[in-house]
Nanobody, 120 residues
Framework: QVQVVESGGNLVQAGGSLRLSCKASGIYWFEYCMAWFRQAPGNEREGVAYLESSGRTTYADSVKDRFTISKDNAENTLYLQMDSLKSEDTATYFC??????????????WGKGTLVTISS
């Protein structure tokens, strides 16, 4: 059974950095697309960063050059390093996983989310 559990959300000042973690179980990393999404109050959930099974990464324009998605196979953990944080990055961040494909909001496995709040 696939499970993903996020952690690392916190209150951070604008301009600061934060690293989110997603512990995954029940997956073969080389078969899965892993991704980070976020949802701010009143907004739709949006994809932030994707890590394809091939190792290719893609980012939303709003976070490009500020966020970095990575994984540690040995620790079964996905990370999202967030730098130069802005108030508009405030949201609940979700980790998602799906076998082979990055299916956007239709990805099959989701965590419960971790809250990131950026103070200006």
């Amino acid at each position: 059974q696939v499970q993903v559990v996020e952690s690392g959300g916190n209150l951070v000042q604008a301009g600061g950095s934060l690293r989110l973690s997603c512990k995954a179980s029940g997956i073969y990393w080389f078969e899965y697309c892993m991704a980070w999404f976020r949802q701010a109050p009143g907004n739709e959930r949006e994809g932030v960063a994707y890590l394809e099974s091939s190792g290719r990464t893609t980012y939303a324009d709003s976070v490009k050059d500020r966020f970095t998605i990575s994984k540690d196979n040995a620790e079964n953990t996905l990370y999202l390093q967030m730098d130069s944080l802005k108030s508009e990055d405030t949201a609940t961040y979700f980790c998602a996983a799906d076998r082979w494909v990055c299916a956007g909001n239709s990805m099959r496995h989701w965590g419960k989310g971790t809250l990131v709040t950026i103070s200006s």
